[in-house]
């Protein structure tokens, strides 16, 4: 197993376009989580699954933000219209569930995401 | 609210010593993990160490230990000996029974040589 991957590492796009992300996770883990990092900032929590249940979105995760997880597996997450505070780093973890008796995330390097 | 403060944005030390980095939270949960992760330049975040909150015994992973005080709901990261490879942006991320991390602004490490 390679750990969490992320695609692609790096996306500039213009205002108003779509973008989508890719996240495969350790493929035991049936947590996956996705966080969004600003420059000198912690990361912030958008939304996580256990499998392939959307469990949780935060406030953050406007309408134009939605994550899927299909099968369980990869996830997408996809901004619609951009905009210029989209742009941040986008962060993709998972894990085992707290009934597994671990709750340590692995984290992904990220998609860094820029909106000219 | 549940709450995170690392009240230290930057801090520097020389190579080979030893440095504390802070963090107190806020939770009425009894029953709760904690976490230092580590973000070095460009790279991915990384599992430092972890403490159970129901665990008395502070934590200790090699050169890397915590001083967990439940009741000031303090959770600091001792790094002895540090090393070049040891900068990096640290982060204090309680997990609480919202399922989730929730991460401090962070604390970004300097090794002066």
């Known amino acids: 197993d390679t750990g969490v991957s992320q695609n692609p590492r790096h996306k500039i796009t213009k205002r108003g376009q779509n973008v989508t992300f890719r996240c495969d996770p350790i493929?035991?883990?049936?947590?996956l989580y996705w966080y969004r990092q600003t420059l000198g900032q912690g990361p912030e929590f958008l939304t996580y699954f256990q499998n392939e249940a959307q469990l949780e979105k935060s406030r953050l995760l406007s309408d134009r933000f939605s994550a899927e997880r299909p099968k369980g597996s990869f996830s997408t997450l996809e901004i619609q219209r951009t905009e210029q505070g989209d742009s941040a780093m986008y962060l993709c973890a998972s894990s085992l569930d707290r009934n597994s008796g671990a709750n340590v995330l692995t984290f992904g390097a990220g998609s860094r995401l820029t909106v000219l | 609210a549940q709450t995170v403060t690392q009240s230290q944005p930057e801090m520097s030390v020389q190579e080979a010593e030893t440095v504390t980095l802070s963090c107190t939270y806020d939770t009425s949960e009894s029953d709760y993990y904690l976490f230092w992760y580590k973000q070095p330049p460009s790279r991915q975040m990384i599992l430092v160490i972890r403490?159970?909150?129901?665990?008395?015994q502070n934590a200790t992973e090699n050169r890397f230990s915590v001083n967990f005080q439940k009741a000031a709901k303090s959770f600091s990261l001792k790094i002895s000996d540090s090393q070049l490879g040891d900068a990096a942006m640290y982060f204090c991320?309680?997990?609480?029974?919202?399922?989730?991390?929730?991460f401090g602004t962070g604390t970004r490490l300097t090794i002066i040589p």
């Open positions: 991320a309680p997990f609480f029974g919202n399922e989730k991390l929730t």
């Open positions: 493929s035991e883990h049936n947590r």
């Open positions: 403490q159970e909150a129901y665990k008395q």
